[in-house]
């Protein structure tokens, strides 16, 4: 599985971001996707996820603000963000997993000015 992400950016404390990963490749339709992240120091962390049949999971920090959600005609996983934290600035990963296998696009980085 092939990620082509993008989306990230600069936002005051409060805004929203929208990130979007396209995946491709013979499973991208039958891999849950996506997003993690990861802040200097600290470890990867589970942001958001959406199984091919919309079944979703969120890191607990997102507590309502955030939205995972999938086409899947076009295989493409979307992550928007609502009231962003200062804490929130990270490098967001967008992750593919199938079975055992788990496949990354190249981080977008979300900073968050307070």
């Known amino acids: 599985v092939q990620l082509q992400a993008s989306g990230g950016g600069l936002v005051q404390a409060g805004g929203s971001l929208r990130l979007s990963c396209a995946a491709s490749?013979?499973?991208?339709?039958?891999?849950?996707l996506g997003w993690y992240r990861q802040a200097p120091g600290k470890q990867r962390e589970l942001v958001a996820s959406i199984t091919p049949r919309g079944t979703t999971d969120y890191g607990d920090f997102v507590k309502g603000r955030f939205t995972i959600s999938r086409v899947n005609a076009n295989n493409t996983v979307y992550l928007q963000m609502n009231s962003l934290k200062p804490e929130d600035a990270a490098a967001y990963y967008c992750?593919?997993?199938?079975?055992?296998?788990?496949?990354w696009g190249q981080g977008t980085q979300v900073t968050v000015s307070s």
């Open positions: 992750n593919a997993h199938f079975r055992s296998l788990d496949y």
């Open positions: 490749g013979r499973t991208a339709r039958v891999s849950a």
